[in-house]
Protein backbone atom coordinates (compact mmCIF):
# COMPACT_ATOMS: atom_id res chain seq x y z
CA UNK A 1 0.00 0.00 0.00
CA UNK A 2 1.15 3.12 -1.06
CA UNK A 3 1.09 6.44 1.04
CA UNK A 4 -0.27 9.64 -0.76
CA UNK A 5 2.51 12.39 -0.38
CA UNK A 6 0.29 15.64 1.07
CA UNK A 7 0.18 18.99 -1.21
CA UNK A 8 -0.85 21.94 0.72
CA UNK A 9 -1.14 23.62 -3.17
CA UNK A 10 -3.66 21.02 -4.39
CA UNK A 11 -7.52 20.58 -2.82
CA UNK A 12 -8.35 17.42 -1.17
CA UNK A 13 -11.36 15.27 -3.04
CA UNK A 14 -13.07 12.07 -2.65
CA UNK A 15 -12.50 9.28 -5.10
CA UNK A 16 -14.82 6.38 -6.43
CA UNK A 17 -12.60 2.98 -7.50
CA UNK A 18 -15.10 1.55 -9.46
CA UNK A 19 -15.35 -2.24 -9.94
CA UNK A 20 -12.89 -2.00 -13.01
CA UNK A 21 -9.95 -0.34 -11.14
CA UNK A 22 -10.45 3.45 -12.48
CA UNK A 23 -10.77 6.23 -9.92
CA UNK A 24 -13.16 8.32 -10.87
CA UNK A 25 -14.96 11.53 -8.54
CA UNK A 26 -16.95 10.39 -6.24
CA UNK A 27 -20.53 11.03 -6.71
CA UNK A 28 -24.03 9.02 -5.64
CA UNK A 29 -24.65 8.36 -9.62
CA UNK A 30 -21.15 7.02 -10.18
CA UNK A 31 -21.53 4.85 -7.16
CA UNK A 32 -24.95 3.59 -7.71
CA UNK A 33 -23.98 3.17 -11.69
CA UNK A 34 -21.08 0.75 -10.35
CA UNK A 35 -23.03 -1.58 -8.04
CA UNK A 36 -26.11 -1.56 -9.89
CA UNK A 37 -24.19 -2.63 -13.09
CA UNK A 38 -23.49 -6.25 -11.76
CA UNK A 39 -27.42 -6.51 -10.58
CA UNK A 40 -29.11 -7.00 -14.11
CA UNK A 41 -32.69 -4.61 -14.28
CA UNK A 42 -35.72 -6.57 -13.73
CA UNK A 43 -38.41 -5.75 -16.25
CA UNK A 44 -40.89 -6.11 -13.30
CA UNK A 45 -40.26 -3.34 -11.36
CA UNK A 46 -42.69 -1.03 -12.11
CA UNK A 47 -45.03 -3.73 -11.33
CA UNK A 48 -43.80 -3.50 -7.47
CA UNK A 49 -42.36 0.13 -7.31
CA UNK A 50 -44.50 2.85 -8.42
CA UNK A 51 -45.83 6.03 -6.55
CA UNK A 52 -49.50 5.41 -5.26
CA UNK A 53 -47.46 2.10 -3.24
CA UNK A 54 -48.19 0.84 0.31
CA UNK A 55 -44.15 0.95 1.25
CA UNK A 56 -44.52 -2.15 3.92
CA UNK A 57 -46.50 -4.02 0.88
CA UNK A 58 -44.04 -3.41 -1.81
CA UNK A 59 -41.39 -4.39 0.50
CA UNK A 60 -42.77 -7.58 0.82
CA UNK A 61 -43.85 -7.97 -2.64
CA UNK A 62 -40.42 -7.03 -3.64
CA UNK A 63 -38.56 -9.66 -1.61
CA UNK A 64 -41.44 -12.40 -1.60
CA UNK A 65 -39.29 -14.60 -3.93
CA UNK A 66 -36.82 -14.56 -1.26
CA UNK A 67 -39.03 -15.45 1.97
CA UNK A 68 -37.71 -18.71 3.52
CA UNK A 69 -40.54 -21.02 2.86
CA UNK A 70 -40.50 -24.06 4.24
CA UNK A 71 -38.93 -25.50 1.31
CA UNK A 72 -36.70 -23.33 1.50
CA UNK A 73 -35.38 -24.12 4.69
CA UNK A 74 -35.08 -27.98 4.07
CA UNK A 75 -32.58 -27.43 1.47
CA UNK A 76 -30.81 -25.55 3.92
CA UNK A 77 -30.83 -28.00 6.39
CA UNK A 78 -33.50 -26.73 8.70
CA UNK A 79 -35.89 -29.49 9.01
CA UNK A 80 -39.30 -29.20 10.50
CA UNK A 81 -43.05 -30.14 9.24
CA UNK A 82 -43.09 -29.31 5.44
CA UNK A 83 -46.86 -28.36 5.02
CA UNK A 84 -48.57 -25.20 4.25
CA UNK A 85 -50.36 -23.18 7.85
CA UNK A 86 -52.71 -22.04 5.78
CA UNK A 87 -54.38 -25.16 4.17
CA UNK A 88 -52.56 -28.17 5.98
CA UNK A 89 -52.28 -30.50 3.39
CA UNK A 90 -49.73 -29.47 0.86
CA UNK A 91 -46.02 -28.92 1.10
CA UNK A 92 -45.55 -25.53 0.48
CA UNK A 93 -43.51 -23.64 -1.44
CA UNK A 94 -43.57 -19.76 -2.88
CA UNK A 95 -45.99 -20.58 -5.81
CA UNK A 96 -48.08 -22.99 -3.05
CA UNK A 97 -48.36 -20.25 -0.69
CA UNK A 98 -49.50 -17.39 -3.15
CA UNK A 99 -51.38 -19.11 -6.08
CA UNK A 100 -51.99 -22.83 -5.70
CA UNK A 101 -53.01 -22.85 -1.67
CA UNK A 102 -56.92 -23.35 -1.21
CA UNK A 103 -57.22 -21.31 1.73
CA UNK A 104 -56.74 -18.39 -0.24
CA UNK A 105 -58.17 -19.09 -3.52
CA UNK A 106 -59.77 -15.77 -4.55
CA UNK A 107 -56.49 -13.78 -3.61
CA UNK A 108 -54.76 -16.12 -6.05
CA UNK A 109 -56.96 -15.98 -8.81
CA UNK A 110 -56.66 -12.39 -8.67
CA UNK A 111 -52.94 -12.03 -8.04
CA UNK A 112 -52.39 -14.55 -11.12
CA UNK A 113 -54.67 -11.95 -13.19
CA UNK A 114 -52.77 -9.32 -12.32
CA UNK A 115 -49.44 -10.30 -12.65
CA UNK A 116 -50.59 -10.95 -16.71
CA UNK A 117 -52.51 -7.45 -16.58
CA UNK A 118 -49.78 -4.06 -17.82
CA UNK A 119 -48.84 -1.97 -15.12
CA UNK A 120 -49.44 1.22 -16.71
CA UNK A 121 -50.22 4.23 -14.22
CA UNK A 122 -53.51 4.77 -15.01
CA UNK A 123 -55.88 3.94 -12.10
CA UNK A 124 -56.73 0.22 -13.04
CA UNK A 125 -53.12 -0.44 -12.99
CA UNK A 126 -52.98 0.86 -9.46
CA UNK A 127 -55.90 -0.91 -8.36
CA UNK A 128 -54.26 -3.74 -9.63
CA UNK A 129 -50.68 -3.13 -8.22
CA UNK A 130 -51.87 -2.28 -4.60
CA UNK A 131 -54.70 -5.67 -5.09
CA UNK A 132 -51.27 -7.40 -5.64
CA UNK A 133 -49.19 -5.89 -2.99
CA UNK A 134 -52.01 -5.93 -0.45
CA UNK A 135 -52.36 -9.55 -0.93
CA UNK A 136 -48.92 -10.91 -0.93
CA UNK A 137 -48.12 -8.68 2.19
CA UNK A 138 -51.64 -10.22 3.79
CA UNK A 139 -50.68 -13.41 2.79
CA UNK A 140 -47.30 -13.95 4.18
CA UNK A 141 -48.52 -12.48 7.28
CA UNK A 142 -51.82 -14.70 7.85
CA UNK A 143 -48.95 -17.74 7.24
CA UNK A 144 -46.92 -15.92 10.05
CA UNK A 145 -49.51 -15.30 12.15
CA UNK A 146 -50.28 -19.25 12.40
CA UNK A 147 -46.70 -20.12 12.37
CA UNK A 148 -45.19 -17.97 15.28
CA UNK A 149 -48.34 -16.99 17.11
CA UNK A 150 -50.39 -19.95 17.23
CA UNK A 151 -53.28 -17.08 15.78
CA UNK A 152 -55.40 -17.52 12.49
CA UNK A 153 -58.48 -15.76 10.43
CA UNK A 154 -60.11 -17.32 7.64
CA UNK A 155 -60.23 -16.71 4.37
CA UNK A 156 -63.05 -14.34 3.98
CA UNK A 157 -61.01 -12.13 6.86
CA UNK A 158 -58.01 -11.91 4.90
CA UNK A 159 -59.67 -11.09 1.58
CA UNK A 160 -62.27 -8.50 3.24
CA UNK A 161 -58.78 -6.90 5.15
CA UNK A 162 -57.21 -6.52 1.60
CA UNK A 163 -59.92 -4.99 0.04
CA UNK A 164 -60.37 -2.53 2.79
CA UNK A 165 -56.14 -1.81 2.88
CA UNK A 166 -56.51 -0.99 -1.18
CA UNK A 167 -60.06 0.23 -0.76
CA UNK A 168 -58.52 3.06 1.91
CA UNK A 169 -55.22 3.37 -0.27
CA UNK A 170 -57.58 4.69 -2.74
CA UNK A 171 -59.43 7.29 -0.75
CA UNK A 172 -55.91 8.85 0.12
CA UNK A 173 -55.30 9.22 -3.83
CA UNK A 174 -55.44 13.03 -5.48
CA UNK A 175 -56.45 11.86 -8.83
CA UNK A 176 -57.56 13.77 -12.31
CA UNK A 177 -61.43 13.83 -13.52
CA UNK A 178 -61.60 11.30 -15.71
CA UNK A 179 -64.47 8.29 -16.60
CA UNK A 180 -62.09 5.48 -15.44
CA UNK A 181 -61.89 7.69 -12.27
CA UNK A 182 -65.73 7.58 -11.88
CA UNK A 183 -65.71 4.30 -12.96
CA UNK A 184 -63.35 3.01 -9.69
CA UNK A 185 -64.96 5.30 -7.69
CA UNK A 186 -68.69 3.73 -8.36
CA UNK A 187 -67.04 0.06 -7.82
CA UNK A 188 -65.42 0.77 -4.69
CA UNK A 189 -67.66 3.21 -3.21
CA UNK A 190 -65.53 5.74 -2.58
CA UNK A 191 -64.37 9.45 -3.42
CA UNK A 192 -61.02 10.52 -3.68
CA UNK A 193 -59.42 13.74 -3.90
CA UNK A 194 -59.35 16.09 -7.23
CA UNK A 195 -56.41 17.54 -8.80
CA UNK A 196 -55.46 18.79 -12.21
CA UNK A 197 -52.70 16.49 -11.90
CA UNK A 198 -52.54 13.21 -10.15
CA UNK A 199 -52.69 9.59 -11.41
Excluded at 93 to 115: A, N
Excluded at 118 to 132: C, T
Aim: glycine share 6%; with cysteine.
Amino acid sequence: MTVPSLNDDIEDKIVWRTNCGKEAEFSIKVVNFDLNRLNPCVEWWKLVWYSQCIPKHTFILWLANRQSTQDRLMKWGIHGANRCCLCYNNSVDLPHLFFQCPFLRKCGDIIQRLVNDGNGNNISSVVRRLFLAASVYNIWNERNRRSFRDDSRNSNEVFKNIVDIVRNRLIGLTVRESGAIRSMESKWGISCKRTKTGV
